[in-house]
């Protein structure tokens, strides 16, 4: 009986440690953080140490008590340890996570566009679907990558890209995801047949006259 509760005994002891030795990286844990980016970092139970943090121009975040962290080159995983080894010089064993997000403008034929914050796990086809899918006169198979200045097709059935990550893609802050127009829509059709009619209407009122 006595080694039985010793054994209950080590193995809840043991959990608390093995949760605070896993790997607790969010999304994109291989995902290097560019000026513009947004770092989502969680520390449980502490409220204070937890939020979103913007990188700056120079590549770190101000981050409280700590200061400002310097993040290029460094993946998630590296950014982690660095704020949970600061972090437990205030408290024992702080239990963090970190998740990468940057924003990523959807234009052009699609139902809601507007700027999203997304993570490099999603795919160019989550993002338009966050900003309401295409709208009649999309053609979701001809979406652009707009980034300063520049344009670059994105063709999902020959590349395949809809089903690539945006990290896979090589997209970051700042770019604008464009939906192009269907080449005839049906909104050209009703406008079409609108003048077509229009016109028949005034070639039979000169003929009358």
Do not use: H
């Amino acid at each position: 009986m006595r080694n039985l509760l010793c054994l209950l005994f080590l193995a809840v002891t043991a959990v608390p440690t093995t949760a605070q030795d896993q790997d607790t990286v969010g999304s994109g844990a291989s995902y290097k953080l560019r000026p513009g980016d947004v770092l989502q970092i969680v520390v449980w139970g502490q409220e204070e140490y937890s939020g979103s943090f913007k990188v700056d121009e120079t590549g770190r975040i101000p981050y409280p008590v700590i200061g400002a962290i310097d993040t290029r080159g460094k993946t998630m995983a590296q950014i982690r340890n660095e704020i949970r080894a600061a972090l437990s010089q205030i408290f024992n064993a702080p239990f963090v996570t970190v998740t990468p997000q940057f924003n990523i403008a959807v234009l052009g034929e699609v139902r809601n566009p507007g700027l999203f914050s997304v993570d490099p796990t999603q795919t160019v086809l989550d993002i338009v679907a966050m900003a309401g899918g295409p709208n009649s006169n999309g053609n979701i198979n001809k979406i652009q990558l707009l980034r300063g200045g520049q344009t670059l097709d994105l063709r999902l059935e020959r590349d395949r890209v809809g089903g690539l990550t945006l990290q896979e893609v090589g997209l970051r802050s700042g770019d604008q995801i464009m939906v192009a127009r269907r080449g005839f829509t049906g909104d050209d059709l009703r406008m079409l047949l609108s003048i077509l009619q229009l016109g028949l209407s005034v070639a039979i009122l000169i003929t009358v006259q």
